[in-house]
Every structure is written in structure tokens, then in C-alpha cells.
């Protein structure tokens, strides 16, 4: 039943590891998202990614690559971990309508880099 | 570009206080406006947003948000605040369609008894 999901919730990983995130929605979204929240609660738009269309963010660094193997998914994979990229992972996804297309959120991933 | 403020950062209210946060976005084009919160340890949630028509929409628990287009403003309000209440509340814009939201710092709002 849930709409947009994520794995895993938690991961802790060493510095230099290589690791991804995995994000699903089964609402027949078109459009999906990978947004951070920091340390200080900030959120921030990392990808926004449709079929047609990857958009990124420029302060994103490109050690973070979004990985899209179908419309449902959207990966997030990370290369050469750094202790700044600790933060709590959102996915998120919508129907690209013009009026009505509120954005539904995953359940975070929490990456905690030692 | 697009940019979301929120002025207060913590706010502590006793239960029962009414409560009004603020948010102000930069961008005077069409926009959609967003409230979530999120409890502690938990993800977004969707309190209420606001599209086109009637400026002041009603979400769930008891919050409502007023949209005032020439103040740039789209502050979130509830009469009487519970201990339950207590979470951290982001204002949310985007511009059009699918852009991804611009979300401001967030208020933490801590509710005690």
C-alpha cells in the first residue's frame, strides 16, 4: 500500500564506500525527485528526473548519480562517500498535470558517513 | 531564482495558544503553495496547499494557511495547539508543473504541556 518507498531506512557506511539508495513509487507518477535534508533540517532539491528529462541540481556534487531503471523507480547512487553527505535522503514523485500535482514524499533514508 | 523564508525558527507555545508561523517566497509569478510537517523521526507529511481559488485553504488537524498575493506571504495558522503538535513545519513553492519544491529552513514548534 504505501506510495513512494524507500530502502533502506537506515545506512551507515565508511568513508570512500560506494552505496545507493533505492526509491519506488506505485502511483503512476511520472516525475520523481531525490531531495536532502541536512544537519540543520535544511531540504533541498537534489535531481528531479521524468522519462524524458534529467534535471540536476549544480551544487549537487557528481559523485551522486540518479539511476532510473523504469518509470517506478529512481536509484540514487552515491560514489566515494564523504562524512558531509550524512544527511536523511528524500524521494519523492508526481503526475506531471498543470494544476493538481501535489508531491508525495518517501520515508527518508537516514546515511550516516564514519 | 525561487526562494522560500521562514522567519521564526523555534517557537514554543503552552497547549491551547494559537499559533501563526510565517513564510514568504520571492518569486511573483503563478505559484503553489505547500505546508508539511514532520515529526520527529518521521517523514513529510502534507498539512494543506494551496493551487488557485478560495486564498484561505483548510488542511488536516485543524491547520488552516492564508495565501496573500501581494505580501508574497502564505502563513500557516491554528487556533489552539496540542501537545501532539509538537514537529518541525516547512513552507514549500514551485513555480509551475513539475519543478521540484523550494522549501524554506523550517520552525520547529515545540508545544508543552
Known amino acids: 500500500d504505501t506510495a513512494v518507498s524507500q530502502t533502506p531506512k537506515y545506512l551507515v557506511t565508511q568513508m570512500g564506500n560506494d552505496k545507493s539508495i533505492k526509491c519506488e513509487q506505485n502511483l503512476g507518477h511520472d516525475t520523481m525527485y531525490w531531495y536532502k535534508q541536512d544537519s540543520k533540517k535544511f531540504l533541498k532539491i537534489m535531481f528531479s528526473y521524468n522519462n524524458k528529462e534529467l534535471i540536476i541540481n549544480e551544487t549537487v556534487p557528481n559523485r551522486f548519480s540518479p539511476k532510473s531503471p523504469d518509470k517506478a523507480h529512481l536509484n540514487l547512487h552515491i560514489n566515494s562517500l564523504e562524512l558531509g553527505d550524512s544527511a536523511v535522503y528524500f524521494c519523492?514523485?508526481?503526475?506531471?498535470?498543470?494544476?493538481?500535482?501535489?508531491?508525495?514524499f518517501g520515508p527518508g533514508t537516514r546515511l550516516t558517513v564514519l | 531564482a525561487q526562494s522560500v523564508s521562514q522567519h521564526n525558527h523555534h517557537v514554543i507555545l503552552s497547549e491551547a495558544a494559537s499559533l501563526e508561523l510565517g513564510c514568504n517566497y520571492s518569486?511573483?509569478?503563478?505559484?503553489?503553495l505547500f505546508w508539511y510537517v514532520q515529526y520527529p523521526g518521521q517523514h513529510l507529511q502534507l498539512l494543506l496547499k494551496?493551487?488557485?481559488?478560495?486564498?484561505l485553504v483548510k488542511g488536516i488537524k485543524g491547520f488552516e494557511a492564508e495565501f496573500i498575493k501581494s505580501k508574497f506571504s502564505f502563513n500557516l495558522r491554528k487556533p489552539s495547539v496540542q501537545w501532539s503538535d509538537t514537529a518541525e513545519y516547512f513552507c514549500?513553492?514551485?513555480?509551475?508543473?513539475?519543478?521540484?519544491?523550494?522549501f524554506g529552513k523550517g520552525t520547529r514548534l515545540s508545544v508543552i504541556a
Open positions: 519523492a514523485s508526481t503526475r506531471t498535470r498543470r494544476y493538481y500535482n501535489e508531491q508525495f
Open positions: 494551496y493551487f488557485s481559488g478560495d486564498p
Open positions: 518569486y511573483g509569478g503563478t505559484v503553489n
Open positions: 514549500a513553492v514551485r513555480n509551475s508543473g513539475n519543478t521540484p519544491l523550494v
